[in-house]
């Protein structure tokens, strides 16, 4: 779907604001991150959903506007689906390549997605949404990983092994004895990624670049729309800090040490 006035248009930049001139091309590359980032491109759609949605319930889009602008992303995630909608290289990262669509099937109307949001808030929420279902899946293949586990050690109570210390054998013991123990790890990690998740299930989206918005936004509902438990309360830390994704990092490499 297409708008009259849409059409090519020149490429977004995040410092097009402030410069008449562009910066060297070794400086450009530095700030290139849509090489990696272009996997959050449909939890930054979905987050697009959620925010025309709350513009429209704010009074700044008309219901003709909100169905314009749904359509036109519905499109736009089909289109990064099957690979015809691509980045290209005067995209910096995902945020600007996805504006560059929706400004081409829209029109000027795709800018009025820019209100009372910043790549701050949005990345910060890209992120979360990225993280939280890749933990979901994690969580529910190693509890699949538990429960064959313990079906093996119920089919094997009587097979012993030898127990290994200091890479020699040591004493006999249960192979179900063994197998039980990697079970308790498991069990300890998807514990560690669920409590992980009750400070990832925090919604960035409506703290803006660092100080929030004076447009009558609804974050709490935007919150819940996304899956989150509730808006961030501060809107500094809610941009600012990615303490959640350091601490993925850690639980997730732990799980690989017991998985090795």
């Known amino acids: 779907m297409s708008d009259p006035a849409a059409g090519t248009h020149e490429p977004v930049r ?38 025309a949605r709350i513009l429209h319930g704010a009074g700044l889009l008309s219901d003709d506007e ?9 499109d736009l995630g089909v289109a990064v689906a099957d ?9 910096e990262d995902v ?17 009025k997605l820019r209100a009372g949001r910043s790549r701050n808030d949005q990345v910060a929420t ?14 529910a293949r190693v509890s699949e990983l538990e ?15 030898p127990g290994m210390t200091h890479l020699q054998h040591a004493q006999p013991v249960l192979f179900a004895h063994q197998l039980l123990a990697h079970v308790h790890a498991f069990a300890r990690d998807v514990d560690r ?7 990832a299930a925090v919604s960035p989206l409506g703290a803006g670049a660092l100080a929030g918005s004076s447009l009558p936004l609804d974050p709490e509902a935007t919150a819940r729309e996304l899956g989150f438990d509730r808006p961030a309360t501060n809107s500094i830390d809610a941009v600012s800090d990615r ?9 997730a490499a732990l799980l690989g040490v017991h998985l090795s």
């Open 14 to 51: 995040l410092w097009g604001g402030r410069f008449s001139a562009g910066p060297s091309e070794s400086l450009a590359a530095l700030s290139l991150s849509v090489h990696f980032d272009w996997r959050l491109a449909p939890h930054d759609l979905r987050a697009s959903k959620a925010h």
């Open 66 to 74: 909100l169905t314009r602008m749904l359509g036109a992303l519905d």
């Open 83 to 91: 690979g015809s909608f691509r980045p290209t290289a005067d995209d």
């Open 95 to 111: 945020h600007t390549a996805l504006e560059r669509g929706l400004l081409e099937r829209l029109g000027a109307l795709g800018g």
């Open 126 to 139: 890209d992120l979360r949404l990225y993280l939280r279902e890749a933990v979901r899946r994690i969580v």
């Open 147 to 161: 429960t064959a586990m313990v079906g093996l050690a119920e089919a094997n109570q009587t097979v012993t092994a």
């Open 193 to 199: 990624f669920q409590d992980w998740d009750v400070r």
């Open 243 to 251: 303490d959640f994704a350091v601490e993925f990092l850690f639980v």
